[in-house]
């Protein structure tokens, strides 16, 4: 009698060459894979390197070791997944948006955390709920304090993040952010700014050493775009656009000195803060900036390279005296009488016709130096070309400068900088606090002294830059405080003064101020 064994193994034979020769030869490339597949996905250990992957990714730094800190509670949520983890982000991303939809932020904030245990790597989800912490769920309740722990739970938020993306700058960068912009420019922020102040457990996490005057919210800040300046510096990638991501450390600074301003403090400290300012703008000034044109710049080389290509057009001028004035001439003599007539017509009186015929005249009207090049004699020919190719690469060059300079308003920044350092300037400015304080307790004798004499500083700074005496934001500004004064005035039954110190600068700020 054939034993039990015997039989099952008998089966078991049967059910083997009972298979299709396709089927079998798939179970045996399978099983011939496993060996290969285990060889090269075998984690590291602390006696091993691991296979071929672990290697690799300790070659490249891609694993969490090299990314950042290892958080033991995530690795175990990616090895639960088996391989779907895909499918878990994809399924707690759209319940995640759903929750923010219906504002149901406890959940809200329950599935980002699980999203930052499965992806501890992805910039978004600490960027996402960071943001949900400080501003969406801190506004929900009444009390300032209770507003502004929600807010530093963002941040630390933030922190957490950091500690799991040591090459991760942007998340240094919103640090900065949420401390200055949300401390500093929130309905709350002269609350918020003495809390912070005083936020003993968040300074000792931070920075221990930091001393009472450096817990200014503003220059902590700062500190956080300086430190990720630093990383991207140090050849991590920076996955955002430099020259705004650049600009913030200049920026913070200002808002550091303006903040103090409107705190009340002045003299050597307000001085000192607008130092920093200017020197943060320097600093930017000289940083050299990728662009679209793949074309580094540094913002600050604008006039020089204005400077050169001029001197490169003089020394061209020099080679083919009257190269310029001659091909402008032949230009102009070659339009059609209808492109002379349209060229006459003011530019907002020409009709459609007219538009195209003087846009047809000033391409053809238009000389380079390089056309100059290209019609001097034989003998000085190849100089003349180079020199306009050097001068053509100065006045792009700039023209990218000036470009990138609007962006940031770089120009109005560094006037800034550069005025409110000086002595009228800081008179100005503690004036006004001045005026404003005895305006709003009544006195208003004190008040209106205070003000005009707040007028006359001011008329000295933009005496002092043709920048800001032109721009209307600061017109805007000026037009504020006059507002003010017109109100002592009425209160006192005495006539607005005519002509007034700043009256230019209400005429650039318009009607009805």
């Known amino acids: 009698m054939t034993s039990g064994p015997g039989r099952g193994g008998t089966a078991t034979r049967q059910a083997w060459l009972g298979l299709r020769p396709e089927t079998l030869l798939a179970l045996v490339g399978i099983m011939a894979l496993l060996l290969p597949l285990s060889l090269l996905s075998q984690p590291a250990d602390s006696e091993s390197r691991g296979g071929f992957l672990a290697r690799m990714r300790a070659a490249r730094g891609l694993s969490q070791a090299n990314l950042g800190e290892i958080d033991p509670t995530g690795e175990t949520m990616r090895f639960a997944t088996l391989g779907l983890k895909n499918v878990a982000v994809a399924l707690l991303w759209d319940r995640a948006n759903h929750y923010k939809k219906v504002e149901d932020w406890a959940n809200l904030s329950a599935t980002l955390e699980q999203l930052t245990k499965l992806q501890p790597n992805f910039y978004s989800v600490w960027d996402f709920q960071a943001h949900n912490l400080s501003y969406n769920i801190s506004v929900e309740f009444d009390d300032y304090r209770d507003r502004y722990a929600w807010v530093i739970k963002g941040i630390e938020f933030l922190r957490q993040g950091i500690g799991l993306n040591r090459f991760e700058p942007r998340l240094l960068g919103r640090m900065g952010w949420f401390l200055g912009h949300k401390i500093g420019k929130s309905d709350e922020k002269q609350e918020f700014r003495k809390l912070f102040v005083a936020d003993d457990d968040f300074h000792e996490r931070d920075d221990p050493q930091r001393t009472l005057p450096e817990r200014d919210n503003w220059l902590v800040a700062r500190g956080k775009y300086r430190q990720a300046q630093q990383l991207a510096d140090s050849g991590v990638p920076l996955k955002t656009t430099a020259l705004i991501f650049h600009s913030e450390p200049m920026m913070t600074a200002i808002n550091h000195a303006r903040a103090l301003e409107e705190d009340g403090v002045f003299g050597s400290a307000g001085r000192r803060a607008w130092e920093l300012a200017g020197e943060e703008m320097r600093r930017f000034a000289t940083r050299e900036i990728p662009t679209s044109w793949n074309v580094p710049i540094r913002l600050g080389l604008k006039e020089a390279e204005q400077a050169r290509a001029k001197r490169l057009a003089e020394e061209i001028e020099k080679l083919v005296p009257g190269g310029f004035a001659k091909l402008e001439a032949e230009r102009r003599a070659a339009l059609s009488p209808e492109q002379r007539v349209a060229l006459d017509v003011p530019a907002l009186d020409r009709d459609e016709t007219q538009l195209q015929l003087a846009m047809e005249a000033e391409s053809a009207l238009e000389v380079t130096w390089k056309d100059v090049a290209r019609s001097a004699p034989a003998e000085v020919r190849d100089r003349a070309w180079e020199l306009a190719l050097e001068e053509t690469e100065a006045r ?118």
């Open 396 to 513: 792009e060059t700039a023209e990218i400068i000036d470009r990138y300079r609007d962006i940031v308003n770089f120009d109005f920044w560094r006037a800034t900088c550069e005025a409110e350092v000086t002595e009228p300037a800081l008179r100005a400015r503690e004036l006004t606090w001045k005026a404003d304080r005895e305006f709003a307790a009544a006195r208003l004798t004190a008040a209106r002294k205070a003000y005009e004499e707040a007028f006359q500083a001011w008329r000295e700074v933009f005496d002092g830059s043709q920048i800001l005496r032109e721009d209307r934001l600061t017109a805007d500004d000026i037009a504020e405080i006059v507002g003010r004064y017109r109100k002592v005035l009425e209160q006192l039954d005495e006539p607005f003064p005519s002509p007034f110190v700043l009256d230019d600068i209400l005429a650039l700020a318009g009607p009805g101020e």
